[in-house]
């Protein structure tokens, strides 16, 4: 069994209204030093039976296919094994 940590972030260049209004929240926090917010999201995907090669591969054409609009964002996969 593998799992996979997929990080879908907005690509450089691209403006992200919520990490701004985050970036302001926290300022009005009283966290000033913080500078720069970017959001993205976090997707994990369990595969059973298959190996790190195979689920790579499948995370690889989620993301393309639909997790990741490949226009304005960027993906990131990390492979998890598990412990038994």
């Known amino acids: 069994m593998a799992t996979a940590r997929i ?3 907005l690509k450089k260049g691209i403006l992200d209204p919520q990490g701004k209004a985050v970036e302001h929240a926290l300022q009005g926090l009283g966290i000033d ?17 298959v190996s790190e090669t195979e689920a790579r591969r499948l995370s690889d054409e989620a993301c393309e296919k639909l997790l990741a609009n490949p226009v304005i964002e ?5 492979l998890l094994q598990a412990v038994e």
């Open 74 to 78: 960027d993906y990131e996969v990390e």
């Open 7 to 9: 990080f879908v972030t």
């Open 33 to 49: 030093a913080v500078k720069g917010v970017r959001v993205g999201k976090l997707i994990s995907l369990t595969f059973e039976d």
